[in-house]
Nanobody, 127 residues
Framework: QVQLMESGGDSVQAGGSLRLSCAAS????????MAWFRQYPGKEREGVAAIDANDGYTSYAESVTGRFSISKDNAKNTLYMVMDSLKPDASAMYYC????????????????????WGQGTQVNVSS
């Protein structure tokens, strides 16, 4: 059983930045696709960004492209996401996710393929 622990969520003003982190209980980042999802109240979880296991290929939701950046440190077994130029619509619960496939494409943004979830970290962006 893989355990994921997110951190870094906070309350910021629009235009600010945050860095989310996700620590895993096992050395999985070299083996599996890792992703960040977010969930608005009453909505389903949606994919925000993903990174492939082997070549580090990254994928982003169109709404965050150019402002969010996903990365990982295999040695530290930690996943990151830097979120710049935050907008109020980024206010959501953010979840770290593992897809037990080395490549995230093509369906990385579909939550049905996720094998493990973290407990989430809350991001609030005020205008």
């Amino acid at each position: 059983q893989v355990q994921l622990m997110e951190s870094g969520g906070d309350s910021v003003q629009a235009g600010g930045s945050l860095r989310l982190s996700c620590a895993a209980s096992q050395y999985i980042y070299e083996r599996y696709c890792m992703a960040w999802f977010r969930q608005y109240p009453g909505k389903e979880r949606e994919g925000v960004a993903a990174i492939d296991a082997n070549d580090g290929y990254t994928s982003y939701a169109e709404s965050v492209t150019g402002r969010f950046s996903i990365s990982k440190d295999n040695a530290k077994n930690t996943l990151y996401m830097v979120m710049d130029s935050l907008k109020p619509d980024a206010s959501a619960m953010y979840y770290c996710a593992v897809v037990m496939n080395p490549k995230c494409r093509p369906a990385w943004g579909d939550s049905q393929w996720v094998n493990f979830w973290g407990q989430g970290t809350q991001v609030n962006v005020s205008s």
